[in-house]
């Protein structure tokens, strides 16, 4: 009885994370790629359309548009520039799954940003950007969306029929995986029910144990660690504590590359990164209730950069907008 039940829960434990996993993160995936699919498949002014629709809702307006020539238009490339009311923005698009946005694309975008007069910049595509381009492009106060946000982004301005069709896809191939999933965990249940007697009877067929005083002697001795020195304890916390007033360049840059390394890991926030020296990205999947504490404790425990202009992003799939605010204005 004690095996069947063993094996009953096992089977149920390995049930549930596989459901898990299929429904919170692989149908996810297998929505994302088909939607990608979708996109790349729009003709380059539609493409465009779409962002313009999504930049809207995140409180950019078009000012004007700087077009490609034929040439780069057939290639998949666009420009607009856009405003969000105290700055111009400039948005580029690659519009094609086979881009590999590399560190030359940035430079190319910064380049047109400081001709347009654009302060922040924009790339979009269904390509995908390694995390050295995504970190060189936050740096020049450019925001990379690819493969992986694009979806989402603009999935609430593609056609109805399209979206519902990629999402019922999704779901028929979760609610497939999920029935291949729950019978092989009852066949792994089985398994440990039957197997399982089998091997404690061997065991107990097996020649009587070494003695105790022989296990004894073969037992390690246990060594109990020394604590760390407290010199080294209170060197720590004082290299924590030594954050400058007035930093100069390179020490700032630093200061910044921990706070959006620390907010990225935080709950409730997708990323965090720096759009220009003075505002600070967030794009969180949590409320605002549970987002804006940590990133205020974050900077308050940097005075150089307590004032700076925080962006509040909406999360994935609300119709929330896009909120700028302060942690302290002096």
């Known amino acids: 009885m004690t095996s069947l039940i063993l094996g009953l829960a096992l089977a149920v434990v390995a049930a549930v994370l596989a459901l898990l996993y299929l429904w919170l993160i692989r149908r996810a995936e297998t929505e994302n790629s088909a939607g990608l699919r979708a996109l790349a498949g729009l003709r380059w002014r539609e493409f ?49 799954m086979a881009y590999r946005i590399q560190a030359s694309h940035v ?50 301005f593609m056609p109805a029929d399209t979206t519902r069709r990629i999402t019922a896809d999704a779901t028929a191939q979760a609610k497939r995986h999920s029935l291949i999933a729950v019978l092989a965990s009852l066949v792994l249940g089985l398994l440990v029910a039957v197997l399982l007697p089998q091997l404690r009877a061997g065991g107990e067929n097996a020649p009587a144990a070494v003695p105790a005083a022989t296990q004894a002697q073969a037992a390690p001795t246990a060594i109990t660690p020394a604590p760390p020195p407290a010199a080294a304890v209170a060197d720590g916390n004082a290299a924590a504590s030594t ?16 706070i959006a390394r620390t907010l990225s890991a935080a709950p409730g926030i997708d990323r965090a990164y720096w759009l220009t020296r003075a505002t600070l990205v967030i794009d969180r999947t949590g409320g605002e209730d549970v987002v804006w504490p940590q990133v205020c404790a974050e900077l308050d425990r940097y005075p150089p950069l307590r004032t700076v202009r925080v962006q509040l992003n909406p999360r994935p799939g609300s119709d929330e907008a896009v909120r700028w605010r302060q942690c302290r204005t002096m």
């Open 48 to 96: 465009s359309t779409l962002v313009a629709q999504a930049m809207q809702r995140r409180g950019l307006r078009d000012v004007g548009r700087d077009l490609a020539d034929e040439q780069q238009r057939g290639d998949g490339g666009s420009r607009m520039l856009m405003s969000d009311g105290s700055q111009r923005w400039l948005l580029s698009c690659k519009h094609g």
């Open 107 to 156: 430079d190319e975008l910064a380049a047109e940003m400081d001709l347009a007069g654009a302060a922040s910049g924009m790339l979009l595509t269904e390509g995908r950007a390694d995390r050295d381009t995504l970190a060189a492009a936050a740096q020049r106060g450019i925001e990379i969306i690819d493969s992986r946000r694009l979806w989402a982004l603009l999935k609430p």
């Open 243 to 258: 954050i400058e007033g007035d930093p100069d360049d390179a020490t700032l840059a630093r200061y910044q590359a921990e």
